[in-house]
């Protein structure tokens, strides 16, 4: 299964497209996409049905990543991998340039 989050339009306004589909492994064959969701009623709290749509972490993973590539970004910030290796890159070059003038 792959799941794709893609960027409608150039403004925010326009939202994420998600696209979940199957491809087989021979090209000359068809594939399989989703191409509706239906709503339907439902007891509240119920958390004993199935999940409509269950996703292998390499498809939740691939997700994410295609969230992050059109923008999104966790509410609260906290524990970004990336931009805690940029901080990381950042200090590193801080350190340099302080122990540099402290030589001279």
Same mark, same amino acid.
């Not at 709503?39 to 997700?63: F, G, H, R, T, V």
């Given at each position: @299964? $792959? *799941?794709?989050?893609? /960027? #409608?339009?150039?403004? &925010? &306004?326009? =939202? +994420?497209?998600?696209? +979940?589909?199957?491809?087989?492994?021979?090209?000359?064959?068809? =594939?399989?996409?989703?191409? #509706?969701?239906?709503?339907?009623?439902?007891?509240?709290?119920?958390? $004993?049905?199935?999940?409509? +749509?269950?996703?292998? #972490?390499?498809?939740?993973? $691939?997700? @994410?990543? %295609? !969230?992050?590539?059109?923008?999104?970004?966790?509410?609260?910030?906290? =524990?970004? %991998?990336?931009? !805690?290796? %940029?901080?990381?890159?950042?200090?590193?070059? @801080?350190? /340099?340039? *302080?122990?540099?003038?402290?030589?001279?």
């Amino acid at each position: @299964m $792959n *799941v794709h989050a893609v /960027k #409608q339009g150039y403004r &925010a &306004a326009h =939202g +994420i497209g998600l696209f +979940i589909d199957e491809y087989p492994k021979y090209s000359g064959d068809k =594939g399989k996409t989703v191409t #509706q969701l239906i709503w339907a009623e439902a007891e509240p709290y119920a958390l $004993n049905k199935p999940a409509p +749509i269950q996703l292998s #972490q390499e498809a939740a993973q $691939n997700l @994410m990543d %295609a !969230f992050w590539d059109c923008g999104l970004r966790p509410t609260e910030g906290s =524990g970004s %991998a990336g931009s !805690f290796a %940029a901080q990381g890159r950042h200090l590193a070059d @801080m350190r /340099k340039l *302080v122990f540099r003038r402290s030589r001279k």
